[in-house]
């Protein structure tokens, strides 16, 4: 089935640790985008890639940093600069065409 | 002022009531209105997607775009319970290569059997 994969589902953070979250998609999705929500916050933007090697920062960039190395791979990377990490995360596709977003079932990561 | 604004309820409502869902937006550039819908701890999933102003209807769902009050709203006619999620609306900001949506907050609603 065609889709996108984040892993893992639940994710836990030590104090001044990074971790990396997976997103892979197999649709074939030029762009991808990730996305931080918090309760009553709505989704906010962190990074966002259009094509392999290239990306640019959300509104919310600050202790995140992102890679594109591969079309079907985005990994984004919570540094130990982000003090409040506690959020859902969930990555995102996009298609050539269609203006539309194609989600992942997000990953939840909290701190220890 | 934030560019999508959408009351976060939440909003409960018996089964079988219409539900009217709203954002309003602050650019009068944006064309394409679209609106998700999100159960808990899950990704969203695209609902309606409508360009410019008028109605688009889909089963129960009426997507409605008013361009001159700037005014979006997602109609919902003999709510289920399975309606319950969260309902986000969404606009894309920009084109081209710097394509990204902009999302609201999200209006929680809870339909009760």
């Known amino acids: 089935d065609g889709g996108i994969t984040q892993s893992p589902k639940y994710l836990f953070r030590k104090e001044g640790q990074n971790v990396t979250l997976s997103c892979e998609q197999n649709l074939n999705h030029d762009a991808m985008y990730w996305y931080r929500q918090d309760p009553g916050q709505g989704l906010r933007l962190i990074y966002y890639?259009?094509?392999?090697?290239?990306?640019q920062k959300g509104d919310i960039a600050e202790g995140y940093s992102v890679s594109r190395e591969k079309k079907e791979s985005f990994p984004l990377t919570v540094t130990s600069a982000q003090k409040n990490p506690t959020a859902f995360y969930l990555c995102?596709?996009?298609?050539?065409?269609?203006?539309?977003?194609?989600f992942g079932s997000g990953t939840q990561l909290s701190v220890l | 002022q934030k560019e999508v604004e959408q009351d976060p309820g939440p909003l409960s409502v018996p089964e079988g009531a219409i539900v009217s869902l709203n954002c309003t937006y602050s650019?009068?550039?944006?064309?394409?209105f679209m609106w998700y819908r999100q159960y808990s701890r899950k990704g969203p999933e695209l609902l309606m997607y409508?360009?410019?102003?008028g109605n688009k209807e889909d089963g129960r769902f009426t997507a409605q775009v008013d361009k001159s009050s700037k005014y979006i709203s997602l109609f919902i006619r003999d709510s289920q319970p399975s309606d319950s999620a969260t309902y986000l609306c969404?606009?894309?900001?920009?084109?081209?290569?710097?394509?990204?949506?902009?999302f609201g907050k999200g209006t929680l609603l809870t339909v009760n059997p």
């Open positions: 995102a596709s996009r298609g050539r065409v269609y203006e539309k977003l194609f």
């Open positions: 650019n009068s550039a944006f064309q394409y």
């Open positions: 409508t360009y410019s102003s």
């Open positions: 890639s259009q094509i392999v090697n290239d990306f």
């Open positions: 969404a606009t894309p900001n920009s084109g081209g290569s710097n394509y990204k949506l902009t």
